[in-house]
């Protein structure tokens, strides 16, 4: 299917141990993104990449670490997970058809929970 | 620091009533997203916003954005309940960051 997906949708883990959620998406979008939500703070920025191998902090990166060997996939990996990441995570990808025209599109996001 | 702040966080309304969401942001851009997102579901892009005085609508939904005063917003007419929903502004200010709002959740009661 076209679009962006995400994976797993749901994942219970434990405190240390290392996460990595994936997405994956089929338009070609240059630009990637991770997000996570939490009840208070809306969505907040946790890296995102311009294009293959170009990755950059946002502005809530510590204790993720990401990567983009291919256009389509940019894998979010928390190396040794902690209770304050349960969160949804959500990626969306973006084009620059416009220089200014930036919209986003979001996958479906990933439910963690962090014991 | 970079703030984008959304009142009211909460709106409950009755059908048939109009209301206004507001979207302040602390950083000049000339760049405002709006988007919907339902109970457990993705963002779904609404507006994009791309200069000043810029309005789109869409249905009973109207947005707009002055620079100027930093100021979105996002107008609901005859509200029905299918519009119930949480509603977020985004500010790009660097040209593919997005600061979102905290958000507002709108209930719209029959």
């Known amino acids: 299917d076209a679009g962006i997906t995400q994976s797993p949708r749901y994942k219970i883990t434990e405190t240390g141990r290392q996460v990595t959620l994936m997405c994956h998406q089929t338009?070609?979008?240059?630009?990637m993104f991770w997000y996570r939500q939490d009840l208070g703070h809306g969505l907040r920025l946790i890296y995102y990449s311009a294009a293959a191998d170009i990755t950059d902090k946002g502005e809530v990166p510590d204790g993720y670490v990401v990567s983009r060997s291919k256009t389509e996939n940019f894998p979010l990996t928390l190396e040794s997970a902690t209770r304050s990441q349960t969160s949804v995570y959500f990626c969306?990808?973006?084009?620059?058809?416009?220089?200014?025209?930036?919209?986003?599109?979001f996958g479906p996001g990933t439910r963690l929970t962090v014991l | 620091e970079l703030k984008v702040e959304q009142n009211p966080l909460f709106l409950s309304m009755q059908e048939g009533k109009n209301y206004t969401i507001y979207c302040n942001y602390s950083t000049t851009s000339d760049r405002l997203y709006w988007y919907r997102q339902d109970p457990g579901k993705s963002l779904e892009s609404l507006f994009v916003l791309l200069s000043n005085g810029a309005v789109k609508q869409e249905g009973r939904l109207m947005a707009s954005l002055d620079t100027k005063a930093r100021l979105s917003t996002l107008h609901i007419t005859a509200a029905v309940h299918d519009l119930s929903a949480t509603y977020f502004c985004a500010v790009d200010y660097t040209g593919n960051q997005f600061y979102f709002g905290t958000g507002t959740s709108l209930t719209v009661i029959p």
């Open positions: 969306a990808s973006s084009d620059q058809v416009a220089f200014f025209y930036n919209e986003q599109f």
């Open positions: 338009w070609s979008h240059s630009y």
